[in-house]
């Protein structure tokens, strides 16, 4: 019974320190999130340079950020002036949603639309991710238009277009930002001043690796759930390897 108790004792603060870590790493890049908030609101327009310039040594401390991207909100009378706009610094840009099939398509008339516009860095892929509409696609508009309410962080994902065979484990981080600067105290002002969401897009199993990568593993596997699914996952032993489960 003793040793039942040590072992239990031993494994909860094992445990205890992988959480802690996990959630320190996570607050990080929400704590990047805040300062490319700070960024917008200390400016009159923030450029596609000056969001590249100032987003790039960000990225570079995060192994497990794929990228930071701006997603402005653009009202549909807007949508033509805009996409001639942003095609003079990116050609053939447009909004775009998916299509029944899983492709690309001209995004559909609504009042109002959120295409990922400023990307750092880009990748290999992103010249389909930009242009696309969250406010398109159910995982990702429920979350945004949440974060627009409540002026807080969402998270959204998977996202289809974030996931590939390397890394299924895409997820956007969502910080609101206002024309105002600051988060307006009544939800009726906070809708109508939404300028539109800063976001982070984390690679979980990535994230979840550098969290973990300092502390003794102690044949301690490290899950991440959203609702009871797994979504990132770090193994310190190979299944095969592992001692049968009492």
Known sequence: RLESTRIRLEFERAAGDHVRAVQTELDSY???LHAISAFFRASE???????????????ARHAGLRAFDWVPRVLVVERDAYERRVRDEIPGFRITELAPRGELKAASVRDE???IDYIEPVVPGDETIRGFDLGSHPVSSVPLYKSRDSGAVAVAGPLPLLVDQIDPSGYLVLLPQYGSGEIPTSLEIRRE???????????????????????????????????????ALQRTIAPEDASPRL
């Open 30 to 32: 929400i704590d990047s």
């Open 45 to 59: 327009e923030v450029t596609r340079a000056e969001f590249s310039e100032f987003t790039r040594p960000l990225h």
């Open 113 to 115: 639309h959120f295409p």
């Open 193 to 231: 001043a939404f300028a539109g969401v800063i976001v982070a897009v984390l690679q979980l199993n990535q994230a979840l690796r550098d969290a973990v990568a300092g502390l003794t593993p102690g044949g301690i596997d490290v899950e991440l759930a959203d609702g009871g699914n797994v979504v």
